[in-house]
């Protein structure tokens, strides 16, 4: 059992303040639990959002760090990771809401043997309307307990992650990643060579805040400008990208490109609409990313021939 724990929340444009207040209230109901809870806003431009967060100072054993500028998703958190006081960490992002009364006490109640725990989420009712709700339901399967204990590592995520000092230290987040998409996955890979074990349990934060579609259209996008980035070291975990490989193999992806073209504003379109459609956001998604290999290819130089 862990005697004291620190709470990191990264936060961007983000109210946090309820979900603050919850987390503090269950540890101060833990008798003899040390604590802290940590948010670190990154640079967020709504300066509303971040004046109504200060909120969180009248609470003791909680901090509020406030960055001028955005350093991205991984190095706000390796910051975070260095202010870190206690050698138990949970990471929760911003926008979760606690779903059950003893969330804290679970994850205290861990095994001193445990390095890394992963407790899920589940989802809040959405709009059929909204492209982030109708993706994270018909994908929700996945992220039930049993398929992540299948795949602890390709299922682990950051937004409701125990993981302890040390292993958070030598295992740091890629800060080359600075905008949305697969620092998770990334993190997951690093602790399977290391050999750190994942445990995953049964102890959700609640998913509420859909953004439109529009939003997660371009956080989609960015995630899969991360994927290509990273695509040496993900050609084991992404479908996709195994998807597009496969057609380069087949040198078919040329004409998926002449197709996707001839859709792109359609499609688009449709997903930023009132009536998203989950297939067509799948055939975005692999032409979008077969763009950014051919985008490359076309600026990659060629070598010269010279006359000797």
């Not at 993190?187 to 995953?200: Q, T």
């Not at 997660?216 to 084991?236: V, Y």
Request: proline letters at 3%; one cysteine or more.
């Amino acid at each position: 059992m862990q005697k004291a724990i620190s709470i990191l929340i990264p936060c961007y444009n983000t109210y946090c303040v309820e979900l603050v207040k919850q987390l503090a209230e269950q540890c101060e109901d833990i008798e003899g639990l040390h604590y802290e809870i940590i948010v670190a806003d990154d640079g967020s431009c709504d300066e509303h959002t971040r004046l109504r967060n200060k909120e969180i100072l009248e609470l003791d054993h909680v901090s509020y760090l406030i960055r001028k500028e955005n350093v991205g998703r991984a190095r706000i958190r390796n910051l975070l990771i260095q202010q870190a006081l206690y050698p138990a960490l949970l990471f929760i992002d911003a926008d979760m809401i606690i779903h059950h009364a003893n969330y804290i006490l679970n994850y205290v109640q861990l095994s001193d043997t445990t390095s890394v725990a992963y407790g899920g989420y589940v989802l809040a009712q959405g709009s059929k309307s909204n492209l982030r709700f109708c993706y994270e339901q018909a994908t929700s399967k996945q992220n039930q307990l049993r398929e992540r204990t299948k795949h602890p590592y390709s299922k682990l995520r950051t937004s409701n992650l125990f993981v302890m000092r040390n292993v958070a230290q030598q295992h740091p987040f890629d800060e080359d990643l600075r905008q949305y998409g697969y620092e998770d996955m990334l993190l997951g890979i690093e602790l399977k060579k290391a050999g750190v074990p994942v445990l995953h349990i049964e102890n959700p934060v609640l998913f509420y805040r859909y953004e439109n579609n529009a939003q997660f259209l371009q956080k989609t996008e960015q995630s899969l400008q991360n994927l290509f980035f990273l695509q040496h070291r993900l050609s084991d975990c992404s479908r996709l990208l195994n998807l597009v490989h496969t057609l380069q193999k087949w040198k078919i992806d040329w004409l998926y490109m002449y197709y996707w073209r001839s859709k792109q504003e359609t499609w688009k379109a449709q997903l930023r609409g009132t009536a998203p459609n989950l297939n067509i956001f799948k055939r975005y998604k692999l032409g979008y990313l077969i763009s950014l290999f051919e985008a490359a290819d076309s600026i990659r130089p060629t070598s010269a021939c010279h006359e000797v």
